[in-house]
């Protein structure tokens, strides 16, 4: 078995405006920082537009068509934009996911990393926002659970910011565990404790400004862990944001490579306990570009090993 890369050229065709931190660069670097790796390259396809219709509703689907602007930006919220390019970019992005999944249900790969821009967990049912369009671990988790018929499937989200789409798009999915460890206070604003889903399957888990690595390792080993072995999923997805790294200028934990790769070898090794490896991440945040690329190496390093 091996792991699965899916990208896609048109995700370096969202453009964002000059000095906005989601920007091309950062996944020409990812991507470059991946290329020495052996993986099973796939190219990432067009979402089908009822899988998105799985997740946003038509209407939202529109909305975003009749804003994307024939040149220049179309500006969404203070933070989101379209480009002419912004939707392919997107649902391919969303297709990557689907794909994933595909690939993993079926034993084709071991396990699969997305790598592909804009990000999804800030997007909600019908709203837009944290540079996000679609939800893509939402729709992965709906695509496991609706097509390929799992009972159970868990997200597990690590970026420094609050994954409130994520959130929004399974809060009454009893099939679904949402997982979500956060800097808190910060931006979205989202992440309390007490927001624990129509079900109790959702777990958020904030994290003190200063945060560090052992601090996190401490963190998941006491709470998040068991949490993952109660649920008992068949299916592990991961919202990889690295803007936990110390480096990221956008947040204030203190996180280092190291500890993204202990975090996801942990998360391969509960995959193989309980899912029979079955793993699926997909790109989130992560703005310093140097502590991005190193990250997202390390981690997909970790998949590679763990699908042998």
Same mark, same amino acid.
Not at 172 to 185: I, T
């Given at each position: 078995?091996?792991?699965?890369?899916?990208?896609?050229?048109?995700?370096?065709?969202?453009?964002?405006?000059? +000095?906005?931190?989601?920007?091309?660069?950062?996944?020409?670097?990812?991507?470059?920082?991946?290329?020495?790796?052996?993986?099973?390259? @796939?190219?990432?396809?067009?979402?089908?537009?009822?899988?998105?219709?799985?997740?946003?509703?038509?209407?939202?689907?529109?909305?975003?068509?009749?804003?994307?602007?024939?040149?220049?930006?179309?500006?969404?919220?203070?933070?989101?934009?379209?480009?002419?390019?912004?939707?392919?970019?997107?649902?391919?992005?969303?297709?990557?996911? @689907?794909?994933?999944?595909? %690939?993993?249900?079926?034993?084709?790969?071991?396990?699969?990393?997305?790598?592909?821009?804009?990000?999804?967990?800030?997007?909600?049912?019908?709203?837009?926002? +944290?540079?996000?369009?679609?939800?893509?671990?939402?729709?992965?988790?709906?695509?496991?659970?609706?097509? #390929?018929?799992?009972?159970?499937?868990?997200?597990?989200?690590?970026?420094?910011? #609050?994954?409130?789409?994520?959130?929004?798009?399974?809060?009454?999915?009893?099939?679904?565990?949402?997982?979500?460890?956060?800097?808190?206070?910060?931006?979205?604003?989202?992440?309390?404790?007490?927001?624990?889903?129509?079900?109790?399957?959702?777990?958020?888990?904030?994290?003190?400004?200063?945060?560090? +690595?052992?601090?996190?390792?401490? @963190?998941?080993?006491?709470?998040? /862990?068991?949490?993952?072995? !109660? /649920?008992?999923?068949?299916?592990?997805?991961?919202?990889?944001?690295?803007?936990?790294? !110390?480096?990221?200028?956008?947040?204030?934990?203190?996180?280092?490579?190291?500890?993204?790769?202990? %975090?996801?070898?942990?998360?391969?090794?509960?995959?193989?306990?309980?899912?029979?490896?079955?793993? @699926?991440?997909?790109?989130?945040?992560?703005?310093?570009?140097?502590?991005?690329?190193?990250?997202?190496?390390?981690?997909?390093?970790?998949?590679?090993?763990?699908?042998?």
């Amino acid at each position: 078995m091996t792991t699965a890369l899916l990208t896609h050229s048109d995700a370096l065709g969202h453009v964002t405006p000059p +000095g906005h931190p989601e920007r091309v660069a950062r996944l020409e670097h990812v991507l470059h920082a991946l290329e020495p790796l052996d993986l099973m390259r @796939v190219t990432a396809p067009m979402a089908a537009e009822d899988d998105l219709l799985r997740i946003h509703p038509r209407s939202y689907i529109d909305m975003l068509r009749d804003a994307l602007p024939e040149e220049g930006f179309a500006q969404l919220d203070p933070d989101t934009f379209l480009s002419p390019g912004s939707l392919d970019a997107a649902w391919r992005g969303a297709g990557a996911a @689907v794909r994933a999944v595909d %690939l993993v249900a079926s034993g084709e790969a071991g396990n699969a990393f997305c790598a592909m821009r804009p990000p999804g967990h800030h997007a909600e049912t019908e709203t837009p926002m +944290g540079f996000c369009l679609f939800g893509n671990a939402a729709l992965a988790a709906r695509h496991a659970l609706d097509h #390929h018929g799992m009972g159970r499937v868990a997200v597990v989200d690590f970026d420094v910011h #609050h994954g409130n789409g994520t959130q929004d798009l399974l809060w009454d999915e009893r099939r679904a565990l949402f997982v979500s460890s956060h800097q808190m206070p910060l931006w979205p604003g989202t992440g309390a404790r007490d927001e624990t889903g129509a079900y109790d399957n959702v777990m958020n888990v904030p994290l003190a400004p200063g945060t560090d +690595g052992g601090r996190m390792r401490a @963190v998941y080993q006491e709470e998040v /862990f068991p949490r993952l072995r !109660a /649920f008992a999923p068949e299916l592990i997805l991961v919202s990889a944001g690295f803007d936990a790294h !110390a480096d990221d200028p956008l947040a204030n934990l203190e996180w280092e490579e190291e500890d993204f790769a202990w %975090l996801t070898r942990e998360l391969c090794a509960l995959a193989d306990e309980l899912c029979g490896g079955r793993l @699926v991440s997909v790109l989130e945040g992560g703005y310093d570009l140097a502590a991005l690329a190193a990250s997202a190496r390390a981690h997909v390093t970790e998949l590679k090993e763990a699908a042998g």
